[in-house]
């Protein structure tokens, strides 16, 4: 039967998309990307926030109707929303056939022959009887993949599901995550993403200690990979020997991906984070003397119960201060199942709105002057896409910028090029999310 994938959210759960495709690849399952032609559609939903949860239902309700106008038969529904939600979700919704929660994706083969037999599955825990080594299918583009080097996190931040829908934090074996590394190297792939829910903490449960900046030396030591990049780094584990391996490896990207969330102490307190405005301002003042051309991309919160004028202002002059490259601003949202869900102090979500777009245009300005501050500069980047309209246009990142979160370059006199190469661009003009660059011969 044919078989498509929907895979929402984040890179993480891109990821268990990935090594569900290559299970069921082996399982014999012929894969389409046109939805339109499958016989059987697996949706991999996000259920962190609200807008994603409704993301992932009205992506159920679209597939849904393929039922009628095409060729669909049976559909899936796997990631976060199932585990969250899946006895509501099939009594909810006939057009699910069945569920496949976080903890078991790797039973997908043997979930999909329940549902060809007419059943209904929830299937929510791991049949230790079911091994599989197939080697993932990659959705993303030949010249970059996503390494998960752990599952699950223990950090119980008070507006967070991931623990309750992933469970404890879970390093992968260390030969295994190398392993898997190389094996990818070999089909191509120029720039390594390593991911987790907090990719500082690899290693501690396993081993009884940090093991990242160990495992980026490895990583880099492959000959294939150009870069390794690293996302989703916490303030509060990242020591002096990970500062060390940005400041000297040469194939580390130096980005630092490093959630902060707020800046007012008794937000952060309340928000369960382990670090205080003092301390990250330190670590960020170490990153940016010890690593050369530091790019530092990271993620606030508004809106959080609580927050008064003082602590947004706090929040404000902080961002202003620091000066980040590249700064996501979300709006707190109310998630049943955290402590922060259950708080009296909830703010409007006038008030949210309102701060977000605040933020966001002190944010764009300062993104704008990073982006011009490379005016003149030469970078290495790797091209994305070609124009469809204008053969001498390309589209690639260089070192500062991440897949899907950040911008563009665009590259002049590019007409002999192909996605996938790595080519010197120098940078002519910046905006505030992109840059125009023309190729170096």
Not at 91 to 110: K, L, Q, S, V
Not at 220 to 241: G, K, S, T
């Amino acid at each position: 039967m044919k078989l498509g994938m929907i895979s929402l959210g984040c890179p993480k759960n891109l990821v268990d998309s990935e090594e569900m495709l290559g299970i069921l690849h082996e399982a014999n399952y012929e894969l389409t990307n046109q939805i339109t032609e499958a016989e059987i559609v697996i949706i991999n939903t996000c259920g962190f926030i609200q807008s994603a949860k409704e993301e992932s239902i009205t992506t159920i309700l679209e597939t849904a109707s393929l039922k009628k106008t095409g060729k669909c038969k049976y559909i899936l529904v796997s990631g976060c929303l199932a585990q969250r939600y899946a006895e509501d979700l099939l009594e909810d919704m006939p057009e699910i056939d069945g569920i496949i929660g976080t903890n078991c994706f790797t039973d997908i083969a043997f979930v999909l022959e329940e549902v060809k037999q007419g059943k209904r599955p929830i299937h929510l825990q791991k049949k230790p009887e079911i091994k599989t080594d197939a080697k993932r299918v990659l959705c993303t583009p030949k010249h970059f993949a996503y390494l998960k080097i752990a599952e699950g996190c223990d950090n119980h931040c008070s507006y967070c599901v991931i623990p309750k829908i992933r469970g404890r934090y879970r390093s992968r074996k260390y030969e295994e995550v190398l392993e898997e590394a190389k094996y990818l190297a070999t089909t191509g792939i120029k720039e390594l993403i390593v991911v987790a829910q907090d990719t500082t903490r690899y290693g501690e449960d396993l081993y009884g200690r940090l093991r990242l900046a160990e495992l980026l030396k490895d990583l880099c030591a492959i000959p294939q990979l150009q870069w390794v990049r690293v996302m989703y780094m916490y303030p509060n584990n990242f020591n002096d020997e990970l500062i060390h391996a940005f400041a000297t490896l040469p194939k580390l990207c130096k980005y630092i991906d490093i959630p902060i969330q707020h800046a007012s102490d008794k937000i952060l307190k309340s928000m369960n984070r382990r670090d205080t405005k003092a301390e990250i301002t330190s670590l960020l003042a170490k990153l940016r003397k010890h690593v050369t051309d530091i790019v530092i991309r990271t993620t606030f919160i508004v809106g959080y119960p609580g927050e008064t004028e003082q602590d947004f202002q706090t929040l404000k002059k902080f961002i202003e201060e620091q000066k980040f490259e590249n700064a996501g601003v979300f709006q707190y949202s109310q998630e049943e199942g955290t402590f922060a869900g259950k708080m009296a102090n909830q703010i409007t979500a006038e008030v949210k709105e309102q701060r977000y777009d605040e933020l966001m245009a002190i944010q764009a300005k300062i993104s704008e002057n990073c982006h011009k501050a490379t005016e003149g500069k030469i970078y290495d980047v790797l091209v994305e896409g070609l124009d469809e309209e204008d053969n001498t246009l390309a589209f690639g990142r260089s070192y500062r910028e991440a897949p899907d979160i950040d911008g563009l370059i665009f590259i002049e006199n590019a007409q002999k090029l192909k996605v996938g190469d790595m080519v010197k661009v120098k940078i002519l003009q910046g905006f505030t999310y992109e840059s125009v660059g023309q190729l170096i011969e």
